[in-house]
């Protein structure tokens, strides 16, 4: 399985034929070859921009841009540290929204749906379990949001992340990260109530979900807090909600990902713990029957608090048939964007 990069940065979003990336406070559109297909767009502050075109600075500092949605009335979502902000088309800012805890949400924990709903939630580390997370939704292009959940201190850690499911036209939302903590919820009624559907141990701790007709597949992330606790690839039966462990993993899993013709994407990364199995990110791919192991890349030298070692799948792989994912903290790969090369 080969891959090549193409591009020094972000992968944010897919949009068929088109990804949309970001490289610190500036973000545009490229093809599969890594060319440019729209203007550039640049967002933040002065110091901002400044921390932001250094890979190191902003990845200690959290600086840069974190999420990329694209609107069904044209605009632009962008989330930045502590906002969220709206963007038109030509650039101009429509709104800009702050009223949520946390730096950002986590890799998933935004989506839109496809009337036009988007959906946040929130993430902080809450180390001391003191804070609340709420859910919130805005039904006018991100022009106000109301916040619809509230997770209280004793029910979860945060929120990992809100999904559209195209197959059944519901909302998943999961959240961590002790055992009690670790949930899967689902929503048929755009958000205003949720169903438990899983809970109870590290199984249902997962950052995200891949959606097919017959199942739902993630990756755990029993990371660094977990102990020896093993990492596995999980496959869940929509009609039974009865999980399979398919797969033990080298590490905790930060990325998952479904491609058009229904390509499964699981990748492990490199938190410091000691349920890992080495010191580098593995990329597992389930094309047919079963998943196969098609990449493996070292953590690079610099602390894990500066960067976990990781591979993120952009929003929207489902709407193409190739892989693409961005690289963290991986030697040779410190931010960067790869794209399959062949299948």
Request: neutral net charge; aromatic residues 12%.
């Amino acid at each position: 399985m080969a891959f090549k990069k193409i591009f020094k940065g972000r992968a944010l979003y897919v949009d068929h034929d088109t990804i949309w990336v970001a490289k610190g406070l500036c973000f545009y559109s490229i093809d599969f070859n890594g060319q440019r297909t729209s203007p550039k767009y640049n967002v933040g502050s002065i110091v901002e921009k400044f921390i932001g075109s250094y890979r190191l600075t902003r990845q200690l500092l959290r600086v840069g841009i974190h999420h990329l949605l694209l609107l069904v009335d044209g605009s632009f979502l962008v989330a930045l540290k502590k906002r969220i902000v709206i963007m038109s088309p030509d650039g101009m800012i429509k709104n800009i929204f702050t009223d949520f805890q946390g730096n950002k949400p986590a890799h998933r924990g935004m989506c839109v749906t496809p009337e036009g709903s988007i959906f946040l939630g929130e993430y902080t580390l809450n180390m001391d379990r003191k804070n609340t997370s709420s859910l919130y939704r805005s039904k006018d292009n991100g022009q106000t949001f109301e916040c619809l959940k509230t997770f209280q201190p004793d029910e979860i850690r945060h929120i990992h992340f809100i999904q559209w499911d195209t197959y059944d036209n519901c909302l998943w939302l999961g959240t961590g990260d002790r055992d009690e903590e670790s949930k899967l919820y689902r929503s048929y009624d755009n958000g205003d109530t949720f169903e438990l559907i899983g809970e109870g141990n590290q199984l249902w701790r997962a950052v995200g979900v891949s959606f097919t007709e017959e199942s739902l597949y993630w990756g755990t992330d029993a990371g660094s807090d977990a102990g020896t606790h093993p990492n596995y690839v999980i496959k869940m039966d929509r009609q039974t909600h009865q999980l399979e462990k398919i797969l033990e993993v080298e590490g905790p899993c930060h990325g998952n990902a479904v491609l058009g013709d229904g390509t499964v994407y699981v990748s492990t990364g490199i938190e410091g713990g000691e349920n890992e199995k080495d010191r580098a990110a593995h990329l597992w791919r389930k094309k047919g029957k079963d998943f196969e192991h098609i990449l493996k890349q070292e953590k690079d030298i610099f602390p894990h608090i500066l960067q976990y070692g990781v591979m993120r799948f952009p929003l929207g792989l489902q709407s193409t048939n190739t892989a693409v994912f961005t690289t963290y903290g991986l030697k040779r790969f410190g931010e960067d964007v790869l794209v399959e090369d062949g299948k």
